[in-house]
């Protein structure tokens, strides 16, 4: 994630307008030639539009969805980095972030996406804990009961009684080992 100072913001913005002027100019060059030519010339000429065309819309914006080495994603890596004892398993212990600790994760990001990715790993953040098959406390894919989720009320409609019983079960879960 690249952050530009407002100076930095005016030499892209001068920089990007330039060159699609550039490009506007090239299109109305190849398109007049290509008006007034013939045969294999004009084909050539409509191929080198094509081609103007593309890398307009290649290089008119920066890429948006950046990306990582794939060794960001191995399997494994932060429990083997972390070494918990005693180690978080299903049905067993499992972890939990303090809330100040997410804070702080959610509001400092590192400087590259990899590192930021990688504290993520470590701090078992954001459902990274999936490719570690470390159970957390909380999170999208987190541990919960079949019971706790087939009675979970719809937000159209009050809970009764039964499914109130359940959440406080639910909120009540053990934490022994099993």
């Not at 191929?47 to 969805?65: E, G, K, R, S, Y």
């Not at 299903?90 to 990688?118: D, H, I, K, Q, W």
């Not at 009764?160 to 022994?176: E, F, K, P, Q, V």
Request: charged share 20%.
């Amino acid at each position: 994630m690249e952050i530009l100072l407002p100076e930095d913001a005016w030499r892209a913005t001068w920089q990007s307008g330039l060159s699609r002027a550039a490009f506007l100019v090239l299109a109305f060059l190849f398109t007049s030639a290509l008006l007034l030519s013939d045969g294999r010339r004009r084909i050539l000429l409509g191929c080198f539009l094509l081609v103007l065309f593309w890398l307009d819309f290649a290089t008119h914006a920066p890429t948006q969805n950046p990306g990582v080495k794939s060794s960001v994603y191995a399997p494994g890596w932060a429990r083997a980095q972390l070494n918990l004892k005693p180690e978080p398993r299903l049905g067993g212990f499992r972890v939990m972030l303090l809330p100040a600790a997410l804070e702080f994760l959610r509001y400092n990001p590192m400087p590259s996406l990899e590192e930021t990715y990688l504290r993520n790993r470590l701090a078992l953040r954001v459902n990274c804990n999936l490719l570690d098959e470390v159970p957390q406390i909380d999170g999208f894919f987190s541990l919960t009961r079949v019971r706790f989720a087939a009675s979970r009320p719809s937000p159209t409609t009050t809970p009764s009684a039964t499914s109130r019983r359940c959440w406080i079960s639910w909120g009540g879960a053990s934490d022994r080992p099993g």
